[in-house]
């Protein structure tokens, strides 16, 4: 199914020192090569999509460095270069002096296929937000949006492209992106002067954004957007809930205020009076986690993600994949159903401890299980509950929560503080034994898990102590 249209690969083979280059060419695979990593004084490295590889024995030296640098590009203000009418990315690490000391070479390469799992999503004219770690695809999907969108439906699209990696480097941009026209940025901090201006000087229907990271380019996208303009961008970040917490881009989601309750609505809610709302409509409508190449999560309708993950409720992507065949799939999951999230898998639910939270922020705590790989669910009904977690200061008041939470016998563990710092600790106590790699599946039973920590305050170990200001 993944067809590659061009990747010139010999062009950036080229470049490379000779002793890099004869290493490389004695790879079977070397067609799919991703990267060739060259540090001064070290050995020469090249990645591939299931290995990491060492280039031969002689250690990479100044000379080699600059017969890279001479070949190339000019440097920009971000330390990229490229390879003129190709997509390759030369990346430099210079020393205090300015000295290029590494350079990461990275092939780039036009895939077609990519554009297919979320083609009914841009095709309305909504504004679409890709997310997903470095190196996961975000960009070459971007770049075939950019020439189905200006191709096949025909728009004007205009890419604003800071560091010539949608299009290519040079002034004639690579025929990956179709008819669309490609404005080039002189320095990184000029990029959303850039947005604004193609905006006002050349009517794009659509414009083309790559890596939006600051916050003046969040607002820029902002302006774009209310002005009926459809934007097409990526950001860094895994998932919707990353973005939400990232206080630099989330005003691309409608950004995050704190809002007082009522003692009757907290008590409803069961959290603190004061909460985080939703400030104002989102930028994007829709929002792409890529999780690998062929699958993604969408969030159809951002508002409404944006508020169920402030208001602690279940969320459920729609997870989208292709097959060998080219055919997609579709399923609506709750977050925590997906491998990607906190609690695992639907094969693991059965083993994970249920938490009913007491003035403990969900998101923080599936935050921290999905760091420390711990199994959870939260629950809504204290009769579901595994454990109850809560707050030193919520423990004193012995609320009517705790109170019936004590009488059916749930264990209460309360944390100093509901912070990420603590709600981690705490995790680490609840869960004395993390899952091994060799068993993925295994949580330890509540039972189990209880007798351990009676064990191991007998013998004078650390546990969470409710009722005095010691416990954690």
Known sequence: MQKVTTD?????????????RESLYLQTDCGELLEVVLDLGRLPEARF???????????????????VVSRVGEFSGDNRAGLERTLHRISAMRSRSGRIIGLTCRVGRAIFGTVNIIKDLIEPGKSVLLLGKPGIGKTTMLREVTRVLADDYGKRVVVIDTSNEIAGDGDIPHPSIGRAR??????PSMQHKVMIEAVENHMPEVIIIDEIGTELEAQAARTIAERGVQLIGTAHGNTLENLIMNPTLSDLVGGIQTVVLGDEEAQRRHTQKSVLERKAPPTFDVVVEILAYYRVAVHP????????????EPLSPEVRWMDASGEMHKEVKERGADASSPAGDNDRKGDALRFYLFG??????????REGQKNLIVVNEIKEADILLTTISFYRRKAQKIRDAESRGIPVYALKNNNITQIRRGLDIIYPYPPD??????????????AER?????AGGEKMKPASDNGE
């Open 182 to 187: 490609r404005m080039q940025v002189s320095h």
């Open 49 to 67: 999509p299931l290995r990491e590889m060492v280039l031969g024995s002689q250690e990479v030296n100044q000379a080699d460095i600059d017969y």
């Open 8 to 20: 010139e690969l010999v062009a950036l083979l080229d470049v490379l020192p000779p002793h890099v």
């Open 454 to 458: 009676r064990g191991a305050d007998a």
């Open 301 to 312: 309708n951002v508002s409404q993600s944006v508020d169920d993950i402030l208001h602690l």
């Open 360 to 369: 403990v922020n969900r998101f923080r705590l599936e935050q921290a299980a």
């Open 437 to 450: 790699d060799s068993v993925t599946s295994y949580i330890p039973s509540l039972q189990r898990l209880l």
